[in-house]
């Protein structure tokens, strides 16, 4: 394992976690509150300076069944926090969101109450009519421009709508193109050092990982009406943390990581997410007899899993394979590791053991075993990190503790690219946090003096 420690404290994120949870209205309750544990949150969280901005979301009822099951386990769940404004909320910005109402159309869909957090609900419709913004869309960047010696980024080199190359220049580049074209842009620009998985050494591409996740179908009898068109995301959604990071003793079990381990349902599309079971047939009429005897009355119970960064598992530019410019691609070289099927079959083992004190008719586990590969036409998250990582130095690093790159000082790097390794809860509040702390130190500091805001 390639696995290292933040260059940043929780206490120094946490007001970066409160903001950005008050930019998105997001809806929970706290469970750490200045340091007081307070029932209905998460026992297991860091202190909290502020409460959530929204009261949870009501539960669906499947998570309602798991809430029962895990009590009588004597497991402490709560809602699951979700960036669903819970009842009509002003943000920070001014921007105002209205009441989640479960409509079903959330996961994948645009939100027509403008309750769910996303750039063009909670920021952009103040910035709309700046004068110092302009947004060029279908702006296609291949690369970062640098001066001769290679400290200082020139520019960009991007393509327009029209297939015309352009070349514009600036003093600051932040780069937050999604972490996996965080990666490919550093490398086709030649910035840093790429990966080598045989010496060990360079920066550009190391420690890539995933999440490896487990999911158990429940098959309740059809006078349990679960509804799964009911709910909207994350919103509904009952979740319980005690097998996730260090919240339990691994010295046993074989493994480090862990899993958060949830109910509800992130929408009902009747085609990808219907559920039967895998004993049903699979085509004529008595598969379209199993949709209707289990579509309304089925529900997962899923485990979400940390994954550790390994030595031979990374991100390089292509060889063969170009994209319509004749730009390498990028290329994923990743496969599972016995950490993550020893933490997938321990979380497992927990689901299935809730999920029989829920009592359905029957139950069905779909994990990763040992000899399962990697295989990315099976979808589990976009949950994928690492690439460019966060550090204490060049040596083990591409960007440091306020997310600037430490060959290029005028260039930032924002996103999930910046993990050292995976989590079990989603990335978006860490990376948000990190890009708010990064934000505060440039507008303080490096707008008024540029250059390195850490010495090597």
Same mark, same amino acid.
């Given at each position: 394992?390639?696995?290292?420690?933040?260059?940043?404290?929780?206490?120094?994120?946490?007001?970066?976690?409160?903001?950005? *949870?008050?930019?998105?209205?997001?809806? !929970? +309750?706290?469970?750490?509150?200045?340091?007081? #544990?307070? @029932?209905?949150?998460?026992? =297991?969280?860091?202190?909290?300076?502020?409460?959530? /901005?929204?009261?949870?979301?009501? @539960?669906?009822?499947?998570? *309602?069944?798991?809430?029962?099951?895990?009590?009588?386990?004597?497991?402490?769940?709560?809602?699951?926090?979700?960036? %669903?404004? &819970? #009842?009509?909320?002003? %943000?920070?910005?001014?921007?105002?969101?209205?009441?989640?109402?479960?409509?079903? =159309?959330?996961?994948?869909?645009?939100?027509?109450?403008? &309750?769910?957090? &996303?750039?063009?609900?909670?920021?952009?419709?103040?910035?709309? %009519?700046?004068?110092?913004?302009?947004?060029?869309?279908?702006?296609?960047?291949?690369?970062?421009?640098?001066?001769?010696?290679?400290?200082?980024?020139?520019?960009?080199?991007?393509?327009?709508?029209?297939?015309?190359?352009?070349?514009?220049?600036?003093?600051?580049?932040?780069?937050?193109?999604?972490?996996?074209?965080?990666?490919?842009?550093?490398?086709?620009?030649? #910035?840093?050092?790429?990966?080598?998985?045989?010496?060990?050494?360079?920066?550009?591409?190391?420690?890539?990982?995933?999440?490896?996740?487990?999911?158990?179908?429940?098959?309740? !009898?059809?006078?349990?009406?679960?509804? /799964?068109?009911?709910?909207?995301?994350?919103?509904?959604?009952?979740?319980?943390?005690?097998?996730?990071?260090?919240?339990?003793?691994?010295? +046993?079990?074989?493994?480090?990581?862990?899993?958060?381990?949830?109910?509800?349902?992130? !929408?009902?599309? @009747?085609?990808?997410?219907?559920?039967?079971?895998?004993?049903?047939?699979?085509? !004529?009429? *008595?598969?379209?007899?199993?949709?209707?005897?289990?579509?309304?009355?089925?529900?997962? +119970?899923?485990?979400?899993?940390? $994954?550790? &960064?390994?030595?031979?598992?990374?991100?390089?530019?292509?060889?063969?394979?170009?994209?319509?410019?004749?730009?390498?691609?990028?290329?994923?070289?990743?496969?599972?590791?016995?950490? *993550?099927?020893?933490?997938?079959? =321990?979380?497992?083992?927990?689901?299935?053991?809730? $999920?029989?004190?829920?009592?359905?008719?029957?139950?069905?586990?779909?994990?990763?075993?040992?000899?399962?590969?990697?295989?990315?036409? #099976?979808?589990?998250?976009?949950?994928?990190?690492?690439?460019?990582?966060?550090?204490?130095?060049?040596?083990?690093?591409?960007?440091?503790?306020?997310?600037?790159?430490?060959?290029?000082?005028?260039?930032?790097?924002?996103?999930?690219?910046?993990?050292?390794? %995976?989590?079990?809860?989603?990335?978006?509040?860490?990376?948000?946090?990190?890009?708010?702390?990064?934000?505060?130190?440039?507008?303080?500091?490096?707008?008024?003096?540029?250059? @390195?805001?850490?010495?090597?």
């Amino acid at each position: 394992m390639t696995i290292q420690d933040y260059p940043v404290s929780f206490e120094e994120l946490e007001p970066h976690f409160d903001h950005f *949870e008050k930019v998105c209205g997001t809806s !929970g +309750i706290a469970g750490n509150l200045r340091g007081e #544990i307070r @029932p209905g949150g998460n026992p =297991f969280e860091g202190a909290r300076s502020d409460e959530y /901005p929204t009261p949870p979301l009501p @539960p669906i009822y499947a998570a *309602e069944l798991f809430e029962k099951a895990t009590a009588e386990l004597g497991y402490k769940s709560f809602p699951q926090p979700s960036a %669903n404004s &819970s #009842i009509a909320f002003t %943000n920070p910005y001014g921007v105002r969101l209205g009441p989640c109402n479960l409509c079903g =159309f959330c996961e994948r869909f645009g939100c027509f109450l403008y &309750s769910k957090a &996303s750039p063009q609900t909670t920021i952009l419709p103040i910035l709309a %009519n700046r004068p110092n913004l302009e947004v060029r869309t279908s702006a296609y960047v291949t690369r970062i421009l640098r001066d001769n010696n290679g400290k200082n980024a020139t520019g960009v080199l991007y393509i327009d709508e029209d297939g015309r190359e352009v070349e514009q220049p600036t003093d600051l580049v932040v780069l937050s193109a999604f972490q996996l074209h965080n990666v490919r842009l550093l490398l086709l620009s030649g #910035i840093g050092v790429p990966y080598d998985p045989v010496s060990g050494e360079g920066i550009v591409g190391k420690n890539y990982a995933y999440q490896m996740n487990s999911v158990t179908a429940a098959y309740f !009898g059809e006078d349990v009406e679960i509804n /799964p068109f009911i709910g909207a995301g994350a919103a509904g959604l009952r979740i319980i943390d005690e097998f996730n990071s260090d919240h339990f003793d691994h010295q +046993i079990h074989g493994f480090i990581g862990g899993s958060s381990i949830f109910a509800g349902a992130t !929408g009902g599309r @009747p085609i990808e997410q219907m559920m039967i079971p895998p004993n049903a047939p699979k085509w !004529g009429k *008595e598969w379209m007899t199993a949709i209707r005897r289990h579509y309304r009355h089925s529900a997962p +119970i899923g485990a979400q899993g940390s $994954v550790m &960064s390994y030595r031979d598992r990374y991100l390089s530019l292509d060889p063969t394979y170009t994209d319509g410019h004749g730009l390498p691609l990028l290329r994923l070289t990743f496969d599972w590791h016995n950490n *993550e099927y020893k933490m997938a079959a =321990f979380s497992a083992a927990r689901v299935q053991e809730i $999920v029989r004190v829920m009592k359905p008719e029957q139950q069905a586990t779909l994990l990763m075993r040992p000899g399962d590969h990697y295989d990315v036409r #099976i979808y589990q998250s976009t949950h994928t990190t690492g690439g460019a990582i966060i550090g204490t130095n060049p040596s083990n690093s591409f960007i440091n503790r306020y997310s600037q790159s430490w060959d290029v000082s005028n260039l930032f790097v924002m996103g999930a690219s910046a993990f050292p390794q %995976n989590i079990g809860y989603n990335p978006t509040g860490l990376l948000a946090a990190l890009a708010y702390f990064s934000a505060v130190k440039i507008r303080a500091s490096y707008l008024k003096s540029p250059g @390195p805001l850490v010495p090597t």
